[in-house]
T-cell receptor, first 112, second 117 residues
Framework: AQSVTQLGSHVSVSEGALVLLRCNYS??????LFWYVQYPNQGLQLLLK??????LVKGINGFEAEFKKSETSFHLTKPSAHMSDAAEYFC??????????FGTGTSLTVIP | EAGVAQSPRYKIIEKRQSVAFWCNPI?????LYWYQQILGQGPKLLIQ????????DSQLPKDRFSAERLKGVDSTLKIQPAKLEDSAVYLC???????????????FGAGTRLSVL
């Protein structure tokens, strides 16, 4: 079975500061890991994904995430927050089956 | 290219009434998904279609929910009768033909927000 835990339902950062959104996963098989972003009244948009290979994954809008098997983590980071980054962020995990599990989300607020 | 289209955007009904949601995926996408997103939670997969066949409906409450994709393009999700706990955003997503959900990029529609009173 697979699941994800997102630590912190709300995160606030100042514009220009580091963004760090935390995600820990549980999986009985090698996981596929994803980060999605959801802007108000919109659907989810894929930021980045890890399947195999390089553990540091770069995504759109300057975001990146690192797969750490020893820590069962897949935290999302961005060096410098922009006002347009304010949104809801979801971590998700899938294994070899078709099931796809989302976390409960982290709402990011960027303070000018 | 046009994205995933969903309608209506909002729906308010009373409990025990019926409701239907419609989804038109991106052209050429053989795989279609319906998710339920309850306020404060992440999306939960309800059903996955590959063309007009069901790949996974293990989390679909089949006593009240039904979905179809008769011609392998558009899809309809129905709730009959609705309960208060069905209040949520219903998201439709589509992807290319590879059935393994983890190997695909899913494109999401804006969703239908359902309020059951």
């Amino acid at each position: 079975a697979q699941s994800v835990t997102q630590l912190g339902s709300h995160v606030s950062v100042s514009e220009g500061a580091l963004v760090l959104l935390r995600c820990n996963y549980s999986s009985s098989v090698p996981p596929y890991l994803f980060w999605y972003v959801q802007y108000p009244n919109q659907g989810l948009q894929l930021l980045l994904k890890y399947t195999t290979g390089a553990t540091l994954v770069k995504g759109i809008n300057g975001f990146e995430a690192e797969f750490k098997k020893s820590e069962t983590s897949f935290h999302l980071t961005k060096p410098s927050a922009h006002m347009s980054d304010a949104a809801e962020y979801f971590c998700a995990v899938s294994g070899t089956g078709n099931q796809f599990y989302f976390g409960t989300g982290t709402s990011l607020t960027v303070i000018p | 290219e046009a994205g995933v289209a969903q309608s209506p955007r909002y729906k308010i009904i009373e409990k025990r009434q019926s409701v239907a949601f419609w989804c038109n995926p991106i052209s050429g996408h053989a795989t279609l998904y319906w998710y339920q997103q309850i306020l404060g939670q992440g999306p939960k997969l309800l059903i996955q279609f590959q063309n007009n066949g069901v790949v996974d409906d293990s989390q679909l409450p089949k006593d009240r929910f039904s979905a179809e994709r008769l011609k392998g393009v558009d899809s309809t999700l129905k709730i009959q009768p609705a309960k208060l706990e069905d209040s949520a955003v219903y998201l439709c997503a589509s992807s290319f033909r590879v059935p393994n959900i983890a190997k695909n990029i899913q494109y999401f529609g804006a969703g239908t927000r359902l309020s059951v009173l």
